[in-house]
């Protein structure tokens, strides 16, 4: 099978179940975004690969990047179709996950030094610098979907938190990576 099914060469594009819409519909948007976040994600993780983020965020990353996956499939799915979403075994954003997120946020405020001073300035480390562009790509991705969910009332709003609470996970390990690059190298053993 190719991937060029040509079925959106009308500018149509499917849902869950098959139900086609326009490539502009505000669920393609959202995805969209969301598509983009994962890539940046990606990329975040392999520009850490060798460093001291390797695996503190890499791993998280990575998990993450599977769990929009079923973020993305919660938001291809027509207004119609959410309850038989709701029943199938894709999978739904639920509370939990948006907490095990705000632990991560929590740990990272409590146990490991973060240095920042204000507003930050993204560039001092390849890291850090594509952890930050995921960030604004996460940012963008939350502000589609509550535009969404202002049209359509069944979407889950626990997809809007995680996109929130994910943003600032990404801005706080963007510190972090900037805080241990930063950190005095220690003396060599004589």
Not at 5 to 33: E, F, H, M, W
Request: charged fraction near 25%; aromatic fraction near 4%.
């Amino acid at each position: 099978m190719s991937i060029a099914t040509k079925t959106g060469d009308q500018g149509t594009t499917g849902l869950l179940y098959g139900k086609r819409v326009s490539k502009t519909d505000p669920r393609i948007a959202c995805n969209g975004a969301v598509d983009e976040l994962n890539a940046a994600m990606g990329l975040a993780r392999a520009s850490l690969k060798g460093t001291v983020g390797e695996p503190f965020i890499t791993e998280p990353l990575k998990a993450i990047q599977k769990e929009l996956i079923v973020l993305m499939g919660e938001i291809a799915v027509a207004t119609e179709d959410r309850e038989r979403h709701r029943n199938s075994s894709y999978g739904i954003v639920t509370p939990e996950k948006v907490e095990a997120l705000s632990a991560r946020i929590d740990d990272l405020e409590k146990n490991h030094q973060i240095e920042f001073h204000r507003w930050a300035t993204p560039g001092d480390s390849m890291g850090s610098a594509t952890l930050e562009v995921a960030r604004t790509i996460c940012r963008r991705a939350e502000r589609l979907v509550v535009g969404l969910r202002e049209s359509d009332e069944t979407l889950s709003s626990e997809i809007a938190r995680y996109l929130n609470r994910l943003s600032d996970l990404l801005w706080l390990w963007a510190r972090w990576v900037e805080t241990v690059d930063n950190r005095p190298a220690p003396p060599a053993a004589v």
